[in-house]
């Protein structure tokens, strides 16, 4: 059963950081993944989609990497605002194309002025 | 488009109570996503439709929750009767079925409380 997990659970830091959030899946066979951003009472905006053949997607200040032999992912931001605060959650869906997606619980940031 | 639409935002019902929540795709998506998010649990897949046949629905926790789709404008989640466990935001999604379409749209999401 795939399992994903992101660490840490919330970070806090200050305006103008670059900072990295981490997401971990136990079960490699996977056939994209993907970064939401869920602002507080409100539902999931899809940042970036990164399928399995690829190493990396960036829009903007974000940049999401992927090695899925080590199932791993990573989402960097750069120059953070304040704007940035939200909680951050990795999806990845089944090889084949499922429609399942798992999702990690996310990390909760937060980006002091 | 005014994106996924779902009603209501809040609900507060007692236990044994009926309770339907409702959604409106994106005009256009052949997908629909039912999700449930919980602090202990995060977020669920409970069923999805494909031109509104349910496709999975083995996320559904128990007989007691059920989903239609009637047409591509509009599907229910239904709960009855209702326990204080079911407590949770729920959250609608859709996206389209072309190839290489893979991003999914979510609503606002409902919070129910039962009590």
């Known amino acids: 059963k795939q399992e994903v997990t992101q660490i840490p659970a919330a970070l806090s830091v200050p305006e103008g950081e670059n900072l990295v959030l981490n997401c971990s899946f136990t079960?490699?066979?996977?056939?994209?993944l993907q970064w939401f951003r869920q602002d507080p009472g409100k539902g999931l905006t899809s940042l970036l989609l990164?399928?399995?053949?690829?190493r990396e997607q960036t829009s903007g200040r974000l940049n999401a990497s992927l090695d899925k032999s080590s199932g791993r992912s990573t989402l960097y931001i750069a120059a953070s605002q304040p704007g940035d605060s939200a909680t951050y959650l990795c999806?990845?869906?089944?090889?084949?194309?499922?429609?399942?997606?798992?999702f990690g619980k996310g990390t909760k940031l937060t980006v002091n002025p | 488009d005014a994106g996924v639409i779902q009603s209501p935002r809040h609900e507060v019902t007692e236990m044994g109570q009926e309770v339907t929540l409702r959604c409106k795709p994106i005009?256009?998506?052949?997908?629909l996503f039912w999700y449930r998010q919980t602090m202990m649990r995060g977020l669920e897949l409970l069923i999805y439709?494909?031109?509104?046949?349910?496709?999975?629905d083995s996320g559904m926790p128990e007989d007691r929750f059920s989903a239609k789709m009637p047409n591509a404008s509009f599907s229910t989640l239904k709960i009855q009767p209702s326990e204080p466990r079911d407590s949770a935001v729920y959250f609608c999604?859709?996206?389209?079925?072309?190839?290489?379409?893979?991003?999914?749209?979510f609503g606002p999401g409902t919070r129910l409380l039962v009590l």
């Open positions: 005009s256009g998506h052949d997908y």
């Open positions: 079960d490699s066979a996977i056939y994209n």
């Open positions: 999604a859709s996206r389209r079925g072309l190839a290489g379409e893979w991003t999914q749209y």
């Open positions: 439709f494909n031109n509104n046949v349910p496709i999975d």
């Open positions: 999806a990845v869906s089944g090889e084949g194309g499922s429609e399942k997606l798992v």
């Open positions: 990164i399928q399995s053949s690829q």
